[in-house]
């Protein structure tokens, strides 16, 4: 049991706590799951970008998805072998890729012709074979939120089948370019496997015809999307996901690469705020905490629902409020109609589920300090970033005030 108020008094609020053994058991899980065939987990850390906890998956053997130069850094800062880097993303800057090429990563996801145009003549110019993979886009829909949504003609990301193809035999045929991975990557959030196997039937049939033509890959990178429960959820079991994968890559000799994100990290993670006020409008009751949209958005971006544990002596009878934060916008909230007793000043609300796409969303809007972020490996517990300070906000403006 986490002990949510100590936390809160030492480290203050708001506060993100992270579990990393939980983190770890899930990851051997996943992992798990695909024994019999080479595999491997490239966490997606855009769902937790902080240093420590990609730390703490490279330790366990993890590889990275990247959707940024930025994150490419923190991968190798963060001690990710090279080798285990992937670069995704729909509008990846000149810049960007000629960083990748020089970095020698695994290999950079290509999402269209033209940049598979632009990462060639770049290659050319470094004198490099760049390794790519193609992001297909199988027309499938992943019943998921239509903000997370990916593999949809009407999503930006990817290229249908026939590009696809083209594209692979275009890098086949150039000095430069060295095509060794195909990735499809549906939606987040994914909670029913049909749409998963279909969509891995489309790509594994992709490669079987590249093989026809004598076009070789290495890699089936079947993305992220894993749901998992914040309320309740069904949910994929890994089992049933990695064998739904298998069944479809029978006689195909191909490293599978998974890119989990959320459920490695999500319920991990707890974000711990406090408390300011209670208040009423009319009949409507809102309790005012020190935590805004700026530190967690997923509510007011997705109307995603978060479990709340109200931390508190009160023993008064449960009745409906909105949790709000301090941010002006009407859209700042954590909860509408959440049942919980009358609260105190300084009682403490733990959100759950925030280990993903939590603190990796946040702001400073309103020019609010990031909070602090701490881990919890075993008995110990470590700050793994401080909150911001003011200084902090302001830093790259002040010298231009006089100007
Ligand atoms: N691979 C690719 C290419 C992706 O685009 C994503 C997520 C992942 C892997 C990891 O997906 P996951 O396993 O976490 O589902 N901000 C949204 C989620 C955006 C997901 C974007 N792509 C949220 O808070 O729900």
New binding site residues.
């Given amino acids: 049991m986490i002990n949510f108020k100590e936390l809160a008094a030492t480290y203050k609020t708001p506060l993100y706590v992270y579990d990393l053994d939980y983190m770890s058991a899930q990851y051997e899980e996943l992992k798990s799951a695909f024994k019999g065939r080479k595999s491997i987990m490239a966490f997606?850390i855009?769902?937790n970008s902080n240093l420590s906890v990609i730390k703490h998956f490279a330790t366990l053997g993890s590889g990275a998805?990247c959707v940024s130069i930025g994150e490419v850094y923190r991968a190798v800062l963060a001690g990710v072998p090279n080798y285990k880097i992937i670069f995704?993303g729909v509008g990846k800057s000149d810049d960007e890729i000629t960083q990748a090429i020089k970095l020698d990563i695994l290999y950079i996801n290509v999402e269209s012709e033209a940049e598979l145009g632009r990462v060639e003549l770049i290659a050319k110019e470094l004198g490099a074979k760049c390794r790519i993979s193609i992001r297909v886009n199988p027309n499938i829909d992943p019943q998921t939120h239509p903000y997370?949504s990916?593999g949809l003609h009407d999503n930006k990301f990817g290229v249908e089948i026939d590009t696809a193809k083209r594209m692979y035999i275009k890098a086949n045929n150039s000095e430069y370019l060295d095509p060794v991975g195909i990735h499809f990557?549906i939606g987040?959030?994914l909670t029913e496997l049909k749409p998963i196997y279909e969509s891995a039937e489309i790509v594994a049939d992709l490669v079987r015809s590249l093989q026809n033509i004598k076009i070789e890959l290495k890699f089936f990178d079947i993305?992220?999307?894993?749901g998992v429960k914040y309320k309740d959820e069904t949910t994929i079991t890994p089992y049933d996901y990695a064998q739904a994968i298998l069944s479809t890559l029978k006689g195909l000799d191909l490293t599978v690469i998974c890119?989990?994100?959320?459920?490695l990290t999500a319920n991990g993670g707890y974000f711990l705020t406090k408390v300011l006020y209670e208040k009423r409008n009319g009949d409507k009751r809102f309790v005012v905490v020190d935590g805004g949209m700026n530190d967690l958005l997923?509510p007011s971006l997705?109307k995603?629902y978060h479990k709340i544990e109200a931390i508190t002596e009160s023993l008064t009878k449960l009745s409906e409020a909105d949790v709000v934060g301090p941010v002006c916008e009407s859209g700042d909230f954590f909860a509408k109609g959440y049942l919980l007793p009358t609260l105190e000043h300084n009682d403490l609300l733990v959100i759950h589920s925030a280990g993903?796409?939590g603190f990796g969303?946040g702001s400073n809007y309103n020019t609010r300090g990031r909070s602090a972020e701490v881990a919890i490996k075993g008995k110990e517990v470590k700050l793994i970033r401080k909150r911001e300070e003011f200084e902090d906000l302001i830093a790259l403006e002040k010298e231009y005030l006089d100007n």
């Fill in positions: 997606a855009k769902s998805d995704s997370i990916t990557h987040s959030q993305g992220g999307g894993l890119e989990p994100g959320r459920f997923r997705y995603a993903a796409y969303m």
